[in-house]
């Protein structure tokens, strides 16, 4: 059918603003879906650099091979991302023993706790620690330790 002929036009053109939330709305798809069950990140992880210093030493010119200095380079890189990794595991693990030490130390005491529009001060019945965020038992209701505001000396 021809628009010419039915008297409407159609208008191709799109305005900068509806250009670029199109743009937005097609890169947040992009970005939701998994390829070979895994997910688009902009983060390289050690995997990744790994892979990627692999095939550049694979295909690299056999009559201009990487410096010894360029590859010392990526070695020093890549030692570094793995060192960073694990530091970053032990940060994690110590956070958790001060979370759960911090939740023992609430034991017996008075604590106020927020609870959104309103908050609640009791005792602390008991700890209950079986993950990463411990959770305080007060008034025979258990609540993430970051819901504590205060906690008095009884």
Request: no cysteine; hydrophobic share 35%; proline share 3%.
């Amino acid at each position: 059918m021809n628009m010419e002929t039915t008297g409407t036009s159609l208008n191709l053109n799109m305005s900068p603003e509806d250009l670029s939330r199109l743009n937005m709305q097609v890169d947040t798809f992009n970005k939701s879906l998994a390829v070979n069950g895994r997910t688009a990140t902009s983060e390289m992880g050690k995997d990744e650099f790994l892979q990627l210093l692999i095939a550049q030493l694979t295909n690299q010119d056999p009559t201009s091979p990487m410096e010894d200095t360029e590859f010392i380079a990526q070695m020093a890189q890549f030692s570094t991302l793995e060192q960073m990794t694990n530091l970053n595991a032990e940060f994690d693990k110590l956070n958790t023993m001060l979370t759960s030490s911090s939740a023992y130390n609430t034991l017996g005491h008075t604590v106020d706790l927020n609870l959104g529009a309103m908050t609640s001060t009791g005792r602390v019945e008991a700890v209950k620690n079986d993950g990463s965020t411990p959770q305080v038992m007060v008034n025979g209701m258990l609540y993430d330790m970051s819901r504590i505001t205060a906690v008095y000396e009884n």
